[in-house]
């Protein structure tokens, strides 16, 4: 949604009540009493439902991301197209300035429980065929007088280890018969080291277990059959680069572009929620001006029975 539709569409508290209220009529509203989703009423009066089995009265924002807020949702609402104006993202300050926020820390944590919501949603799906997986080093913001101690390079104390998948289907050309691959959905996590643990865990919380998995010859892969249908190694070059891991190496890239250009460095309490935010918006880069509406469909989803 471009800004001139949403001033259309959402251009006071009202519209933004109206619009949030039949979107969860229609989706059904849950209740935590019954943990389901039973009928239930609406008091336009008080603004909120009321459960007709149990009782319980739920507020509009009751459930959803908003929940306990005390911004209003004309404010959310905006916050919602801003983050889903652009590829790149805001940066806080910028966020803060064109919201009217007065306070750093309430743009800060609008942005941040948005990121968060985000991460939640791209969480309900497993990425399945063939995949590529690798991992990244990210400069993580670290103070100046600790940094003198910590060495340098691959697995410095001041990068963050960040396991990257991507689902890639195999395609050729029927005419020229040139070999590619159309990248699918992306799966972006932090990751505590770099042993085969944490790379398994990874694996059995974000892949199809019949999957087909492309890696490098890493120490760390070494018994990752037992995770997943296939598992097929690579010699780490240039060309695997350019072709069996493309698709995870193309999205390193632009992600570390992402944070030194915009957020310049990022703390690791914070890290996972910049990678939420990359890859919901990596995921639904042709979406265009729907990311609006989809964003709006991942914060009023009702969630908690999934996070309780």
Not at 34 to 60: A, I
Request: include cysteine.
């Amino acid at each position: 949604m471009n800004i001139i539709d949403f001033i259309h569409h959402f251009p006071n508290e009202e519209s933004c009540e109206i619009f949030l209220k039949d979107y969860r009529q229609k989706a059904g509203i849950y209740c935590k009493t019954c943990k389901g989703f039973p009928k239930h009423y609406w008091f336009s009066g008080r603004k909120f439902f009321e459960c007709s089995v149990c009782r319980r009265r739920t507020s509009l924002k009751a459930g959803t991301v908003m929940e306990s807020s005390n911004l209003s949702l004309h404010t959310w609402f905006t916050a919602f197209l801003l983050m889903s104006a652009t590829k790149k993202g805001f940066s806080c300050l910028e966020f803060q300035r064109q919201l009217g926020l007065k306070r750093y820390q309430t743009a800060f944590s609008l942005m941040h429980k948005i990121r968060a919501v985000m991460g939640k949603r791209d969480s309900l799906y497993l990425l399945k065929g063939m995949v590529e997986y690798d991992e990244a080093y990210v400069e993580k913001a670290t103070r100046k007088r600790v940094q003198e101690n910590l060495k340098r390079g691959k697995g410095s104390q001041k990068q963050a280890i960040v396991a990257v998948a991507s689902e890639s289907t195999p395609l050729e050309d029927p005419e020229s018969g040139k070999k590619g691959s159309h990248c699918g959905f992306f799966k972006l996590k932090v990751l505590k080291d770099a042993t085969s643990d944490s790379v398994e865990q990874f694996l059995e919380n974000n892949v199809d277990s019949s999957s087909v998995l492309f890696t490098d010859k890493n120490t760390a892969y070494v018994d990752l059959e037992k995770m997943i249908e296939e598992h097929i190694k690579v010699k780490s070059s240039k060309d695997s680069a350019n072709g069996t891991l493309n698709w995870v190496h193309t999205a390193i890239s632009n992600l570390k572009k992402n944070l030194l250009g915009i957020y310049h460095m990022v703390s690791e309490k914070y890290l996972q929620n910049y990678l939420d935010e990359f890859a919901y918006k990596l995921n639904r880069r042709y979406f265009g001006e729907k990311l609006f509406d989809r964003l709006i469909i991942a914060a009023v989803y009702p969630y908690v029975q999934h996070y309780e």
